[in-house]
């Protein structure tokens, strides 16, 4: 009769040499908040203030696999613009207001003497 042995746990070597079980340091840091902004532990349990256990992971998965997602309806549901309200408008009557013609006083300009008078002519 074949005596069946207890499954070896896989032993990691590291860069330096040493020989590490992954399967029991995560086993002795279950408890330990995980590094994040999630609010869990390591195992995945829902942590509140002072790491306190607000849903173990057993129920936060249990909730996860019982949502449906992705699920396609039988009656697709249509959707319908709103209708837009009409807009009333007063109409104003509209007097045109009758304008004067702007007069520009312009300076008189200087005549012209020196060189700016002899250049004149010249193209």
């Known amino acids: 009769m074949a005596v069946s042995r207890a499954?070896?746990?896989?032993?990691?070597?590291?860069m330096q040499g040493r020989?590490?079980?992954?399967e029991?340091?995560?086993g002795a840091n279950e408890q330990v908040q995980a590094v994040g902004n999630m609010r869990v532990n390591a195992r995945?349990?829902?942590?509140?203030?002072?790491?306190t256990i607000l849903k173990p992971k057993e129920t936060v998965m249990k909730e996860y696999y019982e949502t449906p997602k992705g699920r396609a309806q039988d009656?697709?549901?249509?959707?319908?613009p709103p209708q837009p309200q009409p807009k009333v408008v007063e109409t104003k009557k509209i007097t045109p207001?009758?304008?004067?013609p702007k007069v520009t006083n312009k300076p008189k300009s200087k005549p012209k003497s020196g060189?700016?008078?002899?250049?004149d002519g010249i193209e």
């Open 7 to 14: 499954p070896r746990r896989k032993m990691y070597k590291t």
């Open 19 to 22: 020989m590490v079980d992954i």
């Open 24 to 26: 029991k340091l995560r």
């Open 44 to 51: 995945g349990d829902m942590l509140g203030q002072g790491g």
């Open 75 to 80: 009656t697709p549901r249509v959707k319908v």
């Open 97 to 100: 207001k009758v304008t004067q």
């Open 115 to 119: 060189i700016d008078a002899a250049l």
